[in-house]
């Protein structure tokens, strides 16, 4: 063994120019050598590539490297001919290729020059392929994020399954399998599936300690966030990750119009912006990357310093792997991610339509992506776990990079109430799902409930001191510990599994983190502030609510009229202290703020003075215009007394969407004389009566209206005559 020793220290010298191998390498390498089938689980960044390239630099005859990505492909075969002057040392072979490209393949690989071929899983099933590589000496097959082979990983791949059969054609060749990210679940199913279970193992940590977790709430201002987290970071590298195209696009304008240097990155682009954006972020020349998950695979950049997850990934696996594209060279790495549980119901519900197979395993992996975000236990020792490594989360390296660690949650004892839970769902006989159980708890009824006779049960509005919020959290907590599960079936339906069913018998102590608010509720019509309250200058909000009083006083309007809530809210969040910046306050337009603008920004300017605040100006979020040319539409066509219908099927939109656009356009300053429409609809003594209304009510909600009318008026004219009311009185 020991010249083989020898032999590959100096051989990854020459080829490569590394004085020593790093982690699990060595005996890989040797293991590879030695003619043994290996199978290799090594994290994003532990040097997994050069386990399969220097074994096949050093042997006679070609590795076949199978790989799902030719983008990934191609940077290796550059990085291995870079090494070598013979260019035939590396080729790929895939359906990109011309006819006289292919030729000279085989031409190299039959003259022994070729010493890497990767080739995609679908090229191999071309009998043509299979048929030249019997007729050539081929040193084993590697295959690349093994991980495609299991339905259970995050990137199941039905040709991967096949490779079994192929690879047996070709003789009797070893056969590595790399992934970086594997459960027990998933390991089994690799080994088995490609008939290896005498295989060597080799398990690397997966414990990057370099990585700092966190986990923040998805509120409306998470573009300001996130602006104002880049802007601390300033000058470091870092991806964002958002799962629909759209979005990214919409994020990276959002960061270039404030400043920040950001390109877009999707499998929408095509070849060349990809490229291009992909080498503008490995040279430098932008910080930022928003890009849906297409992005990263086989990127390395050993500097990326903060990974940030805009929307909830389907699984811990993509999770882990996006995450560890940060701090490969040791170096500090920020891992954050924005959770919100309609993010998890939206990824529910895009489920919904695959095969019922599919969206069982679909289902079980978003529900351990769900336990992590909600979990406020040792977020490392949780992630660990899921990979089958034990953590200790006193003394493990890394073990204080964890924003539950370092803000320990605040817990409250929640055993009598899981009881009351649990037996809900098991009296109510598995019919409901989550919200029809809450509802039977808090002893609400509707429709659902009302058809089911619930609400005639002993146990209706059982848990009615506690609110729904509550109910709805320590729910989502006791699925996530396996006392309920949501049947797959019929998804959504909750079920109690026998481990609840134990609990009920035998309750034992169950400590609910408490701190965790994710439902924000939505003004019926404005969409709303850029802030939730809490982030807000309290004691600033105070004067302002004082100043508008005032103003509402001498101008002899409701309060509401001059700015909203929200506005003010925002105000609170962001100190404005000119005109200007004044209309980059949510629901604020350039008229709105002309009209009555002065005395909030000369008070916020003398609050600002005395308490030496110091202006986040980073806050004042510049928003994309991205409704401007629906605006100036809606507008122009409105001076035109254009019907409502035909102005909203012009534009693609529901009656209720053009409703909203033109709340906006009214709440932010600017006049809408839609007279001659309400005139068709209402008499004028029906919008005086709802004028009147307005005038003298100190809230502009609709519900308080439709309370107050009692069903002598729908939602849409009473929303209507709101937006009258707002652009003749208050503009």
């Known amino acids: ?28 390498i040797k293991s590879i050598l030695n003619k043994e089938n290996t199978f290799v689980i090594m994290p994003t960044g532990g040097g997994k590539s050069l386990c399969y390239q220097l074994p096949a630099l050093i042997q006679e005859g070609t590795a076949i490297v199978v790989s799902p990505l030719i983008a990934l492909m191609k940077n290796q075969v550059d990085a291995i001919r870079s090494l070598s002057s013979e260019n035939g040392i590396a080729h790929v072979l895939n ?16 003259a022994g ?59 009797d060749v070893p056969i590595i399998g790399l992934t970086a990210t594997a459960t027990p679940k998933v390991q089994e199913d690799i080994l088995k ?80 912006t990809r490229a291009k954006h992909q080498d503008m972020f490995l040279m430098e020349d932008v910080e930022v990357v928003v890009a849906t998950i297409a992005f990263g695979m086989g990127i390395d950049k050993p500097d990326v310093r903060f990974v940030i997850h805009h929307d909830i990934p389907k699984s811990l696996e993509s999770y882990y792997q996006e995450t560890g594209r940060a701090g490969r060279d040791g170096g500090e790495g920020h891992c954050l991610a924005y959770y919100s ?23 079980a992996l978003l529900q351990e992506v769900v336990a992590y975000a909600e979990t406020s236990m040792s977020r490392r020792k949780f992630l660990l776990h899921y990979f089958g490594e034990e953590f200790d989360s006193e003394t493990g390296e890394g073990a204080d990079m964890d924003d539950n660690v370092r803000n320990p949650k605040n817990k409250v004892e929640a055993k009598n109430q899981v009881v009351q839970l649990l037996q809900v769902v098991r009296d ?48 989502r907590q006791v699925l996530v510990e396996g006392y309920l599960a949501k049947d797959i079936e019929t998804y959504g339906i909750v079920k109690i599994t026998d481990k609840g069913l134990g609990f009920i018998k035998n309750p034992v102590s169950f400590m609910m983190s408490e701190d965790h608010e994710y439902n924000e509720s939505e003004d019926d019509a404005i969409v709303s502030a850029a802030s939730s309250s809490g982030t807000a200058d309290e004691a600033l909000m105070a004067m302002l609510r004082e100043l508008r009083k005032k103003e509402a006083k001498t101008l002899g309007v409701p309060p509401f009229v001059v700015f909203q809530d929200p506005s003010l809210e925002d105000m609170a969040l962001k100190y ?46 510049k928003s994309t215009g991205v409704n401007s040319a629906n605006k100036l539409y809606i507008i122009q066509n409105i001076d035109r007394k254009l019907s409502l219908d035909d102005i909203a099927s ?36 029906q919008q005086e009566e709802i004028h009147e209304y307005f005038m003298e009510s100190d809230s502009d909600k609709i519900e308080d209206a439709l309370k107050e009318f009692d069903g002598e008026y729908d939602i849409d004219e009473l929303r209507l005559m709101r937006i009258k009311f707002i652009s003749e009185v208050a503009n």
């Open 95 to 110: 359906s990109s290729l011309t006819k006289t490209e292919i030729t000279q393949v085989k031409n190299d690989i039959t």
């Open 650 to 685: 012009a534009k693609g939109m529901s009656m209720d969407d053009l409703i909203k656009e033109m709340e906006q356009i009214v709440y932010s300053g600017t006049k809408l004389n839609i007279k001659y429409w309400i005139d068709d609809m209402l008499d004028d003594d």
């Open 576 to 621: 404005p202290i000119s005109l200007e910046e004044l209309t980059n306050i949510h629901g604020v337009g350039e008229g709105k703020a002309k009209k009555y603008g002065a005395p909030f920004v000369a008070l916020i300017s003398r609050y600002v003075e005395d308490n030496d605040i110091i202006r986040p100006d980073d806050l004042v979020v």
């Open 1 to 28: 063994m020991n010249s083989n020793e020898i032999d590959i220290h100096k051989e990854l010298k020459k080829y490569f120019g590394f004085g020593q191998f790093k982690g699990l390498q060595e005996p890989v």
């Open 341 to 363: 549980y309609k993010d998890v119901e939206k990824l529910e519900k895009f489920m919904s339509g695959k095969p019922v197979a599919e969206q069982e395993i679909g289902f």
């Open 113 to 171: 020059i070729t010493k890497l071929l990767y080739v995609a899983p679908e090229s191999l099933t071309k009998d043509e392929y299979v048929q030249f590589l019997q007729s050539v000496k081929v040193s084993f097959v590697a295959i690349d994020e093994a991980h495609c082979i299991s339905e259970w990983g995050h990137d199941f791949r039905p040709e991967y399954r096949n490779l079994r059969h192929i690879i047996k054609q070709l003789g």
């Open 428 to 475: 109510t006989k598995h019919l409901y799902k989550s919200k029809e159980v809450v509802f039977t708890l808090i002893g609400r009824v509707n429709a659902v409930i009302k058809a089911h006779k619930t609400d005639s049960q002993s146990f209706f509005g059982c848990g009615a001191d506690k609110e729904e919020k509550y109910w709805m959290a320590l729910l």
């Open 193 to 272: 599936n490609l008939d290896m279970s005498d295989a060597t193992t080799y398990k690397a940590s997966f414990n990057r300690p370099n990585l700092y977790y966190e986990v923040r709430t998805k509120t409306k201002n998470i573009e300001s966030d996130i602006i104002r987290f880049i802007k601390q970071n300033k000058g470091k590298s870092g991806i964002i990750y958002c799962l629909s195209r759209k979005k990214v696009e919409a994020i990276a304008e959002v960061l270039q119009v404030n400043g920040i240097s950001a390109v877009p990155y999707h499998a929408g682009l095509d070849a060349k």
